[in-house]
Antibody, heavy 123, light 107 residues
Framework: EVQLVESGGGLVQPGGSLRLSCADS????????MHWVRQAPGKGLVWVSR????????NYADSVKGRFTISRDNAKNTLYLQMNSLSAEDTAVYYC????????????????WGQGTLVTVSS | DIQMTQSPPSLSASVGDRVTITCRAS??????LNWYQQKPGRAPNLLIY???SLQSGVPSRFSGSASGADFTLTISSLQPEDFATYYC?????????FGQGTKVEIK
């Protein structure tokens, strides 16, 4: 059974830092792109970042570029999100999600998601 | 960035109703379109990928279709467990973007 379990959320002051983790099991972690998606309270889903299966390629939303760093440890089956210079606008539930493709290998999707971890930025 | 516009933002329907939700992309995205269902306090769940392919384990009452830049999610006969918020999402280009969501409520 595929499982993604996020941790590391909590209350942080503006300007502070936090590192999220996503421990994965039930699949060959090193075969998949991995993503972070966030959802502010009462709002919609926003894609944040993704990382290639071997960790050598990353992409970010403009809103987090230069402040957030996505990484992975394939030996530990764990995905990370280092978040620096946090502001109130970063308050959200952060989900990790597995990136997958259709059978042709063309069309990407997010086929498994963790339960999310809440990050609250407030003084 | 590609903008995804869903309509309607919300709808009220009864059990057994046929429900249609539409998503329009701001530019052509071929079939790079996915649909997710999210229930309160829960993570999203993939329903449809590549515009019209049903994700494994998802009931066949859910279907997706495409016509140009317009995409449709149809629930053929609404069930009590289908009351939720539905999101479209494009995977054509980075950043991946989601629609604003459609909340399906009980009439």
């Amino acid at each position: 059974e595929v499982q993604l379990v996020e941790s590391g959320g909590g209350l942080v002051q503006p300007g502070g830092s936090l590192r999220l983790s996503c421990a994965d099991s039930g699949f060959t972690f090193s075969n998949y792109w991995m993503h972070w998606v966030r959802q502010a309270p009462g709002k919609g889903l926003v894609w944040v970042s993704r990382i290639h299966k071997n960790g050598d390629r990353t992409n970010y939303a403009d809103s987090v570029k230069g402040r957030f760093t996505i990484s992975r440890d394939n030996a530990k089956n764990t995905l990370y999100l280092q978040m620096n210079s946090l502001s109130a606008e970063d308050t959200a539930v952060y989900y990790c999600a597995r990136g997958n493709y259709d059978s042709s290998g063309t069309y990407g999707n997010l086929d498994f998601w963790g339960q999310g971890t809440l990050v609250t930025v407030s003084s | 960035d590609i903008q995804m516009t869903q309509s309607p933002p919300s709808l009220s329907a009864s059990v057994g109703d046929r429900v249609t939700i539409t998503c329009r992309a701001s530019q052509s995205i071929s079939s790079f379109l996915n649909w997710y269902q999210q229930k309160p306090g829960r993570a999203p769940n993939l329903l449809i990928y590549a515009a019209s392919s049903l994700q494994s384990g998802v009931p066949s009452r859910f279907s997706g279709s495409a016509s140009g830049a317009d995409f449709t999610l149809t629930i053929s006969s609404l069930q009590p467990e289908d009351f939720a918020t539905y999101y479209c999402q494009q995977s054509y280009s980075i950043p991946w973007t989601f629609g604003q969501g459609t909340k399906v409520e009980i009439k």
